[in-house]
């Protein structure tokens, strides 16, 4: 019912049902495909500023929150955050490395906060596979551990994994881990640019294949009565009597990053408003910058019609991936999905 009455009217109403909090850029690993423009520029939000602005949102209908950075525990009022919006009603959501999820924290999570899901970034189904890509000796049997706790304390955990050329050899285990651990497992894609155009994290892309072996994994998993989901860029599917696009952007939901920028998603970097001088009410309401995403994401679905999605080798299309690349191109997006420089892999593949 939600899906094919309740949703398409709140996009109808056009009303900010969903709202993404980037809190930090900071994080405790060093994930070498990581995304975020750690370099980004900006005056970080107060406490007091994110008090307004969730009670703003309170007052707009919003219902879904989700926490996330860089590592979101890692931000000095992450507590303060998670306990208001637990006050007032918003389905939270955290998205974190687990690195600080120890017991302490996992119950105090569990207690202020007491979020709806708590999603965790796993990068491989052995301590090699995992630390090679966080760079953080050590950080997968910490993960472990913390899964662990959280899920004594009583949080509801899945874990996301980012299918790589350094992981792909580990589905399979990485499925037996999770069944092992009583715990879903979700997979994203494709390894994207960096949000500045930086197109190193694509010498690690995975082989197409590799996304053919998830689904399968997937669909072994999937009770006979669920619904087909199986590979996420982030985004929801398209529903109801909307024109068919490749992605939610632009409709019901926004990205806020830790300058207080509001994005049409986390990807794609350009504000439709400040948060240091408008409300957030007033950015939903009268930027343009929504509708423009929307209608890309439009002319994207029109221009791959008839076509099997396909970007970077992962079944899907992501129009901040496409814009991306050709920032880091030089706008010729072609490039980033040709052959990679013999001298970039050899470094990579060292590190």
Request: contains cysteine; negative net charge; glycine residues 8%.
């Amino acid at each position: 019912m939600y899906q094919q009455v309740i949703l398409p009217k709140i996009r109808q109403q056009r009303i900010l049902h969903d709202v993404s909090l980037e809190l930090t850029y900071g994080c405790n690993l060093d994930c070498f495909y990581c995304y975020n423009d750690r370099d980004k520029p900006g005056q970080l939000l107060s406490l007091a500023q994110y008090e307004v602005l969730l009670q703003d949102l309170a007052g707009m209908q919003t219902l879904y929150l989700m926490l996330t950075g860089g590592e979101p525990m890692l931000h000095p009022h992450f507590f303060e955050i998670g306990s208001l919006a637990r006050e007032l009603g918003f389905v939270t959501r955290v998205r974190t490395n687990g690195h600080n999820l120890g017991p302490r924290n996992a119950q105090r999570l569990a207690r202020e906060v007491d979020p709806y899901v708590v999603e965790l970034s796993l990068h491989g189904a052995s301590a090699a596979t995992h630390d090679r890509q966080t760079r953080v000796p050590g950080s997968f049997e910490r993960l472990l551990r913390n899964i662990g706790h959280a899920t004594a304390a009583g949080l509801r955990c899945i874990l996301v994994c980012t299918p790589t050329a350094w992981n792909e050899h580990e589905i399979d285990e990485m499925f037996d881990l999770c069944d092992a651990l009583a715990v879903q497992l979700r997979f994203q894609g494709p390894v994207a640019p960096r949000d500045n155009g930086d197109l190193e994290p694509l010498v690690i892309q995975p082989a197409t294949q590799v996304w053919e072996k998830i689904e399968k994994g997937l669909a072994a998993r999937r009770p006979a009565t669920a619904p087909t989901e199986a590979i996420s860029s982030g985004d929801g599917a398209d529903i109801g009597s909307e024109p068919p696009a490749t992605c939610s952007v632009g409709v019901a939901g926004v990205d806020i990053d830790p300058y207080g920028n509001v994005q049409a998603c986390m990807h794609l970097q350009r504000s439709a408003g400040n948060l240091h001088e408008q409300s957030i009410a007033r950015i939903w309401n009268n930027s343009p910058l929504f509708l423009e995403a929307r209608a890309r994401a439009i002319d994207a679905a029109e221009r791959l019609q008839g076509q099997p999605l396909n970007q970077l080798g992962a079944p899907l299309h992501c129009i901040a991936v496409e814009e991306n690349c050709n920032k880091g191109c030089g706008g010729n997006a072609n490039r980033a999905t040709g052959n990679k420089s013999p001298e970039l892999i050899r470094a990579v593949n060292l590190k």
